[in-house]
């Protein structure tokens, strides 16, 4: 088993990633009643990627034999006055998943449980990496300034982002269900 300190910790880091899949499924919805489908896109693909981080923290106590409690979820915000500013809430964001991260790491040294390492070690890679997208993305976002053609160019690059196959959060997985 999970030392209690950690799995109490785990637990809460489930309702942090899910509660980012719904802050970028907010995002997304933001995004389409601005016509920008390609960030919506983007976002959408984001929310897919929160769900399995809440995943690898669940399946992890429940391979620990750890009990699983799904807390109650908030929703951080839903209404944005520009793409800039919900692109450096994106990046705050991710700035506060590091964070919760830190701890974990932080707790499961105190409590000398060398198992979780792994998974963390993963999940501290996985923020540097989600920190830089955010960041590269918001800083995109500043210099494309009031160009509406550039903000559209833009919107169309992070459009290509792929889904991996079969996610319930691609139309595409859906329409001929
Ligand atoms: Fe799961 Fe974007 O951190």
């Known amino acids: 088993m999970i030392p209690q300190r950690l799995a109490k910790a785990l637990n809460e880091q489930i309702k942090n990633e899910l509660e980012s899949a719904y802050l970028y499924l907010s995002a997304a919805a933001y995004f389409h009643s601005l016509s920008l489908d390609g960030m919506a896109h983007w976002m959408r693909c984001q929310a897919h990627e929160e769900t399995i981080h809440a995943m690898k923290f669940m399946d992890h106590l ?3 034999n750890s009990p699983v409690t799904l ?18 809430d994106a990046y705050a964001h991710e700035q506060f998943i590091t964070s919760k991260i830190n701890e974990l790491v932080t707790i499961a040294r105190d409590e000398k449980d060398y198992q979780s390492e792994p998974l963390l070690a993963w999940f501290i890679s996985e923020q540097i990496e989600e920190e830089a997208t955010a960041a590269k993305i918001s800083g995109e ?3 494309v300034g ?23 959060f691609d139309p595409l997985a859906y329409a001929q269900a």
């Not at 807390?71 to 450096?88: A, C, N, V």
């Not at 992070?158 to 991996?164: E, I, K, Q, S, V």
């Open 62 to 64: 429940t391979d620990r």
């Open 141 to 143: 976002i500043d210099m």
């Open 71 to 88: 807390l109650d979820m908030i929703q951080h915000k839903t209404r944005w006055i520009s793409p800039l500013e919900l692109w450096q």
């Open 146 to 168: 009031d160009s509406k053609s550039a903000l559209l160019m833009l919107d169309r690059e992070l459009g290509g982002r792929a889904f991996p196959p079969g996610s319930p």
